[in-house]
């Protein structure tokens, strides 16, 4: 193996503060990944609040503005707070792992990028302690809801500087994985012997540097609108509230597949492992990845439908295509378990639930790429729905695959089994109970982002139904962190290579060393390690 | 060509076809010049490729190396801990957040990041 040429070689020691300074990119990865799930503990929190207001009609619990800055809020949280960098996060801690490399390609720009989103997300929430309140217009702050005039407070400007930091990062942690994956490859570790995960960040960084830059370049014309007197956004000056839709979706779809590829590669990881058979279909993997993130940037104005300024059929078809990689990537999957060996751990488990609740999102979303449709459903509780089965259902549950399957190389012990399956049963179920009942509010008329509602038929039960759910949801996500807790306290060691793992990074000890590899097998396939434990 | 370039090079033609399509489609300049920037990015991370980088041989791309056949070549330099990172993240989010609340902050802050650049550079020599 080739040699680290290493700046500084003083032995590790575990002083929580050298934590703080790390470039190690396990370290990083880590701190990357505890992060996001201090924001997903705020996020959850906000929904809470949020279904708790409506969980009955007329209910005063909290005020419109309140409700607006929590879903603002909640929104934001667990898009770019959360589901998103959780992504960034894993990758950061596996990717040189798996390609066999001592580290990320530019480890200070690494340690940079995980500090300039945690600031950016504190920058986010900032907004909650000035006088005028958070955020309070959306997730998406179209304008003119995003203006001075309707927005006026601080917390709006201080949202937009927070994701502009984060966009900065994301691009910055993109170019690091591109390079790192081109470029510090062990010998032998040819592209078409990469992992699928390595394959799937790869293209979850090409959609990154392709869409974000239009993120940072909206936010900042939104901010010259607000602060410094300019009109791009002000159709009475002869701007278009239109091009704010625009350019923020050229990002916003593309980052509905930067909030979904790297969970298709831990999926793709897991399923191989658990069914005791390779993966199926590699080759058609990769390329379905690929066919995703390219048609992905194609699509933006399916959420444009209704305002008549965008070429509706253009993007329905594009959008009709995508479902065709995906469905070549369940049929993958599905192939990989058929007459496999399956065992049902917890990491399969969570990962056999992304399946089914991706599956919903999956197919309700093909029903909204239908303009007819989506014009009877827009604003609806059914888009609600929608893309909570995407990234709740979906992300959410291989968010939780991807920790129970590699926490033991994190931390060299399992998670306790017991609590997992636990959880799991928990969260799927009221995962359920939380947003089928979106999908009937929404067809029977209700409107999202309301902060109350009137007695309907209907509505007021299947509201009450939602928001129980949500509290079933918070008692499965409660029983993870005793498991943690748990586990942190009488874990027992795991082992290198405690499921029989497939990729290299079972290869090496758990946790790993400081540039991760003392030795590494021969790379003759997809499969180094089963290669190493299973000589022909 | 290697699958790097191969990935760049369709990617760029896919932005071009797709620029095209949009084009003809909707007369949307928008939308026409996003897509036509994606595929200029993208072509300029083909050319430096394909023109800067073509005389790279890297050991993972060789299909029976072994890892071994890398042993001595020095790849890169690798810190283990760096205290600048976060503080040049620090200082940048106080410039950022300068910008909206305080000049003097934005200043200041704008200060501490040349120092924190300075140091970072003193620090990889």
């Known amino acids: 193996m080739s040699v680290a040429s290493v700046a500084e070689s003083a032995p590790r020691r575990a002083y929580p503060a ?7 990119h396990k370290r990083i990865g880590i701190m990357y990944v505890a992060t996001t799930l201090v924001y997903f503990g705020i996020a959850g929190v906000l929904a809470l609040l949020i279904r708790t207001q409506l969980a009955a009609p007329g209910n005063t619990f909290l005020s419109a503005q309140a409700f607006n800055e929590a879903f603002t809020l909640h929104g934001t949280a667990m898009i770019f707070l959360f589901v998103a960098p959780f992504g960034l996060g894993i990758a950061n801690f596996l990717i040189p792992l798996q390609i066999g490399a001592p580290d990320m390609a530019f480890p200070r720009t690494n340690a940079f990028s995980f500090w300039l989103f945690l600031f950016g997300g504190l920058t986010i929430f900032f907004g909650l302690a000035t006088n005028q309140g958070g955020a309070d217009a959306g997730w998406t702050a179209y304008a003119p809801l995003s203006d001075l005039a309707v927005s006026g407070g601080l917390g709006q400007d201080l949202w937009a500087m927070g994701l502009i930091m984060i966009g900065i990062s994301s691009i910055l942690t993109a170019l690091n994985f591109m390079t790192t994956v081109f470029i510090y490859r062990a010998p032998g570790m040819t592209m078409w012997r990469l992992p699928i995960f390595t394959w799937e960040m790869v293209a979850t960084s090409l959609l990154i540097l392709m869409a974000f830059p239009s993120l940072t370049a909206v936010l900042a014309m939104l901010l010259v609108d607000r602060r410094f007197g300019g009109h791009f956004f002000d159709a009475h ?3 278009s509230a239109v091009l704010y839709q625009h350019l923020f979706w050229f990002f916003g779809h593309p980052e509905v597949y930067v909030m979904i590829l790297p969970f298709f590669g831990v999926i793709s990881e897991i399923v191989p492992v658990f069914s005791r058979k390779p993966i199926f279909g590699y080759t058609g993997l990769v390329l379905a990845a690929f066919a995703i993130a390219g048609l992905s940037m194609g699509v933006w104005a399916h959420h444009m439908f209704t305002t008549g300024a965008v070429v509706n059929p253009f993007f329905s078809a594009l959008s009709f295509l995508i479902a065709v990689p995906t469905g070549i990537k369940f049929f993958n999957w599905i192939g990989t378990m058929w007459k496999g060996s399956i065992s049902f751990e917890t990491p399969m488990l969570f990962a056999i639930g992304f399946m089914l609740n991706f599956l919903i999102g999956g197919v309700t979303g093909v029903m909204v790429a239908s303009p007819p449709v989506d014009f009877q459903a827009r604003g609806s509780y059914f888009l609600v729905a929608h893309f909570h089965y995407v990234l709740g259902g979906g992300s ?9 399957f590699w926490w033991p190389k994190m931390f060299g012990v399992r998670l306790d089994e017991t609590l997992g399956r636990l959880s799991f049963w928990t969260l799927f179920i009221g995962f359920n109970i939380t947003f089928f009942p979106m999908v009937l509010l929404g067809i029977l008329g209700m409107p999202r982002r309301v902060y109350t509602y009137p007695d309907l038929p209907g509505w007021g039960d299947l509201n009450a139904i939602a928001t129980g759910g949500a509290w079933l949801m918070a008692v499965g996500v409660a029983l993870f962190v005793a498991n943690i807790v748990v586990t942190a306290r009488r874990g027992v060691p795991a082992g290198d290579d405690p499921w029989g793992g497939y990729s290299l990074e079972w290869a090496t000890t758990s946790p790993p ?7 590494l097998p021969p790379i003759r396939s997809e499969r180094p390690t089963f290669d190493m434990h299973h000589p022909a | 060509m290697t699958v790097a370039l191969r990935l760049f090079v369709s990617s760029m033609a896919f932005g071009l076809v797709i620029g095209t399509a949009y084009w003809f489609c909707s007369h949307d300049a928008t939308g026409t010049v996003l897509l036509c920037l994606m595929a200029a990015g993208l072509g300029f991370a083909a050319g430096f490729m394909q023109f800067a980088e073509r005389e790279a041989a890297l050991p993972g791309d060789e299909k029976n190396a072994l890892p071994g056949d890398g042993a001595g070549a020095e790849i890169g330099v ?15 989010a106080a410039f950022l957040i300068g910008l909206l609340i305080s000049p003097i902050i934005a200043i200041a802050a704008a200060c501490a990041i040349v120092a924190v650049c300075w140091q970072l550079v003193r620090e990889s020599r």
């Open chain 1, 18 to 24: 050298l934590w703080l300074i790390s470039t190690d």
């Open chain 1, 237 to 239: 000056a002869g701007g």
């Open chain 1, 396 to 404: 959410l549950f291989a968010i939780f695959a991807a920790l129970y």
């Open chain 1, 513 to 519: 060393p400081e540039f991760n590899f003392t030795s």
């Open chain 2, 78 to 92: 690798f810190t283990v801990r760096s205290a600048w990172p976060p503080w040049l993240a620090a200082t940048i």
